[in-house]
């Protein structure tokens, strides 16, 4: 079993930053692919970003190409999302997951193919 947990979401005015933090434990956190999405009111859950357990490769939907980073450190069983330039649409509830991954170059940009997922963080960007 493999358990997630978010931290660092918060209230942020337009144009703030911040570093969401998603913490792994139960299973060899290398092995694992891992994404980044986000579910708005009324919305659908949909990707933010994803990397591939060897942080060879990642991958980004367009409304946050050029304004967040994912990275992972697998000594630290961590994988991060670095925000910037936060507009008021990002605001949303945000969950990291996880997928075991047989390559180290492999990512994943389907919800349905996440077999782990954390318990959600809520950003808020005022305007």
């Known amino acids: 079993q493999v358990q997630l947990a978010e931290s660092g979401g918060g209230l942020v005015q337009a144009g703030g930053s911040l570093r969401l933090s998603c913490a792994v434990s139960?299973?060899?956190?290398?092995?694992?692919?891992m994404g980044w999405f986000r579910q708005a009111p009324g919305k659908e859950r949909e990707f933010v970003a994803a990397i591939s357990w060897g942080g060879y490769s990642t991958y980004y939907a367009d409304s946050v190409k050029g304004r967040f980073t994912i990275s992972r450190d697998n000594a630290k069983n961590t994988v991060y999302l670095q925000m910037n330039s936060l507009k008021s649409e990002d605001t949303a509830v945000y969950y990291c997951?996880?997928?075991?991954?047989?390559?180290?170059?492999?990512?994943?940009?389907?919800?349905?193919?996440?077999?782990?997922w954390g318990q959600g963080t809520q950003v808020t960007v005022s305007s």
């Open positions: 139960g299973r060899t956190f290398r092995n694992y692919a």
């Open positions: 997951a996880a997928s075991p991954s047989l390559s180290g170059s492999y990512y994943y940009i389907g919800a349905n193919e996440y077999d782990y």
